[in-house]
């Protein structure tokens, strides 16, 4: 819901406007209306309207005295006799002038106008949330070969293999590592979305899935590339079958 607050001097233009904004937007609310400077900064530093319309010539002075007292970045549509003044309302977070008796067609001009700014601004800021939050899934594996140390990206991991108290990371290639690391703690690092822990034994990314064939109890054996060493076997365990299911119908 946007919340409203209209700067007028005039209490018949003023509802004369909210009566306007109305009909195009039922759903809207109506927080305040003042008629002076000194009112409007002093319900600006105790709410925050999401839109102001505002007027230029208002009881106690010109409205611009407003952004000198009171810093603030409220889009603001302002409805004036006065032509004179639109360059210096588009200096202060003006995003339409609308010249009284505003009529009702440009007044939706401007809201339409708000709005799809509102609709840039949060996807911009969704956009820039999502490049600065942290991933928090791990995006590389650290192993060694000999004397030299590589890293390997998730992507190229197609399982992990626990065999006794040792952990073996297996990349789509076949290749084969040892990691220091414990199965539980994989599964706290791994992106659910291509990672599940089939058993005691297994992670397997959804990639490196072949197929999957019919198994005892309603089980599912699932055959992987690269195959895992012999003699063991990637099969679902009667636990995790149901969210095994859900996950590979994702």
Same mark, same amino acid.
């Given at each position: 819901?946007?919340?409203?607050?209209?700067?007028?001097?005039?209490?018949?233009?003023?509802?004369?406007?909210?009566?306007?904004?109305?009909?195009?937007?039922?759903?809207? =609310?109506? $927080? +305040?209306v003042?008629?002076?400077?000194?009112?409007?900064? *002093?319900?600006?530093r105790?709410?925050?309207? #999401?839109? /102001?319309?505002?007027?230029?010539?208002?009881?106690d002075?010109?409205?611009?005295?407003?952004?000198?007292?009171?810093?603030?970045?409220?889009p603001?549509?302002?409805?004036?006799?006065?032509d004179?003044?639109?360059?210096?309302?588009?200096?202060?977070?003006?995003?339409?002038?609308?010249?009284?008796?505003?009529?009702?067609?440009?007044?939706?001009?401007?809201i339409?106008?708000?709005?799809?700014?509102?609709?840039?601004?949060?996807?911009?800021f =969704?956009? $820039? +949330?999502?490049?600065?939050?942290?991933?928090?899934?791990? *995006?590389?594996?650290?192993?060694?070969?000999? #004397?030299? /140390?590589?890293?390997?990206?998730?992507?190229?991991?197609?399982?992990?293999l626990?065999?006794?108290?040792?952990?073996y990371?297996?990349?789509?290639?076949?290749?084969?590592?040892?990691?220091?690391?414990?199965?539980?703690?994989l599964?706290?690092?791994?992106?659910?979305?291509?990672?599940?822990?089939?058993?005691?034994?297994?992670?397997?990314?959804?990639?490196?899935?072949?197929?999957?064939?019919?198994?005892?109890?309603s089980?599912?054996?699932?055959?992987?590339?690269p195959?895992?060493p012999?003699?063991?076997?990637?099969?679902?365990?009667?636990?995790?079958?149901?969210?095994?299911?859900?996950?590979?119908?994702?």
């Amino acid at each position: 819901m946007t919340r409203v607050l209209i700067i007028e001097d005039e209490q018949m233009a003023a509802e004369s406007l909210w009566e306007e904004i109305r009909k195009l937007r039922p759903e809207w =609310e109506l $927080i +305040s209306v003042q008629e002076s400077v000194q009112g409007s900064i *002093k319900v600006l530093r105790n709410t925050t309207p #999401d839109l /102001i319309f505002m007027d230029v010539h208002l009881s106690d002075g010109i409205s611009f005295e407003i952004f000198k007292q009171h810093e603030f970045s409220i889009p603001i549509i302002f409805t004036t006799a006065y032509d004179e003044y639109a360059i210096d309302a588009f200096r202060h977070n003006s995003i339409h002038y609308l010249l009284k008796p505003v009529d009702p067609l440009y007044l939706k001009e401007a809201i339409d106008k708000y709005e799809a700014s509102e609709i840039s601004v949060s996807k911009a800021f =969704e956009k $820039i +949330s999502k490049m600065i939050e942290p991933d928090p899934f791990q *995006k590389r594996f650290s192993v060694q070969i000999r #004397d030299k /140390i590589h890293s390997i990206p998730v992507e190229d991991v197609a399982f992990f293999l626990g065999e006794d108290k040792y952990v073996y990371l297996f990349t789509a290639e076949g290749k084969k590592f040892l990691i220091d690391t414990t199965l539980r703690d994989l599964e706290k690092k791994l992106d659910p979305k291509l990672f599940f822990r089939i058993n005691r034994k297994f992670i397997v990314s959804f990639g490196s899935i072949r197929e999957m064939i019919a198994y005892s109890k309603s089980r599912v054996k699932v055959m992987l590339t690269p195959e895992p060493p012999n003699p063991v076997d990637a099969v679902v365990s009667v636990e995790r079958s149901p969210d095994f299911k859900k996950w590979i119908n994702r």
